[in-house]
C-alpha cells in the first residue's frame, strides 16, 4: 500500500512571551489510502498542531515550522510545508479536507445547508447553483440525513449535533478527497450518535478508499474504528503501532496508563488516572517528557530517565516507541493491563 501522506520530522513551535512553545518535535509518520491511522494523546501533546501543519493550516508568519508533510498526488508528491501558500490553499478541500469537533463554529448560520455545500462543491467543479443543490443533496443522503431534498433548504441551528457533524462530513467529502482528518468528530456527541458518526466516517471511508487521520484522546474510539495509532506526549511521538499491538502488547508507560483508564465489559476493576500534569512545552525537561508522571523510571538504571531523552526505536516491524525500559521489564508493566 503507497503512502499518500509522509510527515518526516515535522516540528512546530509558536513564539510568545513567555518563549518558544515547542508544539510538536521529530513528528514522522505515514497513512495510507484506505487506512485510518489514530493519533491518541491529552490536550496539548501535539496531535491537532501536527493535523493542521498537515493542512497548511498555520499561519507562516507565527509559526516556526520545519520537516516536510508531503501528499503523494497523482501529479506528483507536494510537501505542504513547503509549498506556494496558494498551492496550498488550492488542495485544501480538493485533496484533502478536515472535520472538527464543534459543527456549529464552522458552518454559517446565515446561510442553508444546500448553498454552503454547493459553495464547498462548486469552488472545484463547474456547475450552476442548482447542479451544486443537487450534489448537495446526494451528499445529505450519503451521510444518512433523512428526506434529504427537504433539509438541504435549512438551516443550521434546525439541525442536531449529531446531524451537524453528519452535515460537516458531507462537506468535507463533497469533492472526494484522498485525505480526511477527523479532529474530536465525536467528542460533543452523545455515546450512541458517537458510534453512528465512526460507523459513517469507517463506511465512507472505504467507499472513497480515503486515508484517514483520527484525532481523539479517547482509547475506546481508536479501538473501533483505526487500523494504526501514534501515541503523542507533550509535543512527541512516544508509541506508533498496529491497533492489536498497541492495545496488547503496549511498549510505553504513556499508552499503559491510557489502557488501563478504559473501562472493560465483564471485568471488575478501579481505573486508573495517570497521575499529574504534562509537562510545559516552553522548559520541557530534559530527559524523558513523561518522566515526573511515570511509575516505572526507577526501575532504569543509571539515572537513565531524568538525562536522556529516549529515541523512537523499532522493536519489531511496524512498532516503535520512546522508553529506556528493557522488554522484560515492559512485560511486567503491561500486567498493569491484563
Ligand atoms: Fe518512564 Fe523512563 Fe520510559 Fe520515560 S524512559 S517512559 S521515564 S521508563
Not at 26 to 33: D, I, K, P
Not at 36 to 46: I, N, R, Y
Not at 57 to 64: I, Y
Not at 281 to 308: D, H, M, W
Request: hydrophobic share 40%.
Amino acid at each position: 500500500m503507497k503512502n499518500f501522506l509522509e510527515v518526516n520530522n515535522l516540528n512546530v513551535a509558536f513564539p510568545t512571551e513567555d518563549g518558544l512553545v515547542r508544539a510538536t518535535n521529530e513528528v514522522s509518520f505515514s497513512v495510507a489510502r484506505g487506512e485510518t491511522l489514530a493519533v491518541v494523546g491529552e490536550s496539548g501533546s501535539g496531535k491537532s498542531v501536527s493535523s493542521l501543519a498537515v493542512m497548511g493550516l498555520h499561519n507562516r508568519k507565527t509559526a516556526q515550522i520545519t520537516g516536510s508533510a508531503i501528499l503523494n498526488l497523482e501529479s506528483g508528491p507536494v510537501d505542504v510545508i513547503s509549498a506556494d501558500e496558494e498551492v496550498v490553499r488550492r488542495m485544501r478541500g480538493k485533496e484533502m479536507a478536515m472535520i472538527f469537533q464543534d459543527p456549529m463554529s464552522a458552518l454559517h448560520p446565515y446561510y442553508s445547508i444546500g448553498d454552503q455545500l454547493s459553495e464547498a462543491w462548486r469552488l472545484y467543479n463547474e456547475g450552476s447553483k442548482a447542479d451544486g443543490i443537487k450534489r448537495a443533496t446526494e451528499m445529505l443522503d450519503l451521510v444518512g440525513i433523512p428526506n434529504a431534498a427537504k433539509r438541504v433548504t435549512e438551516f443550521p441551528h434546525q439541525f442536531s449535533g449529531g446531524m451537524r457533524q453528519r452535515v460537516m462530513i458531507a462537506m468535507a467529502l463533497i469533492n472526494n478527497p484522498s485525505l480526511l482528518i477527523a479532529d474530536e468528530p465525536t467528542t460533543a456527541l452523545d455515546v450512541t450518535v458517537q458510534a453512528q458518526i465512526l460507523k459513517l466516517i469507517r463506511d465512507l471511508q472505504i467507499e472513497f478508499n480515503m486515508a484517514v487521520i483520527l484525532i481523539t484522546h479517547d482509547l475506546g474510539v481508536v479501538a473501533e474504528v483505526a487500523d494504526r495509532v501514534n501515541v503523542m506526549y507533550a509535543g512527541r511521538i512516544v508509541e506508533q503501532a498496529k491497533i492489536d499491538d498497541a492495545f496488547y502488547s503496549p511498549d510505553h508507560p504513556y499508552t499503559i496508563g491510557l489502557l488501563q483508564s478504559i473501562p472493560r465489559v465483564g471485568k471488575q476493576q478501579r481505573l486508573h488516572a495517570i497521575p499529574g500534569q504534562p509537562p510545559s512545552l516552553i522548559n520541557l525537561p530534559e530527559g524523558c517528557s513523561f518522566r515526573a508522571r511515570c511509575e516505572y523510571s526507577n526501575q532504569v538504571s543509571g539515572n537513565l530517565c531524568a538525562t536522556k531523552m529516549p529515541a523512537l526505536q523499532e522493536k519489531i516491524a511496524g512498532h516503535l516507541s520512546r522508553c529506556h525500559l528493557e522488554e522484560s521489564q515492559l512485560k511486567k508493566a503491561r500486567e498493569a493491563v491484563k
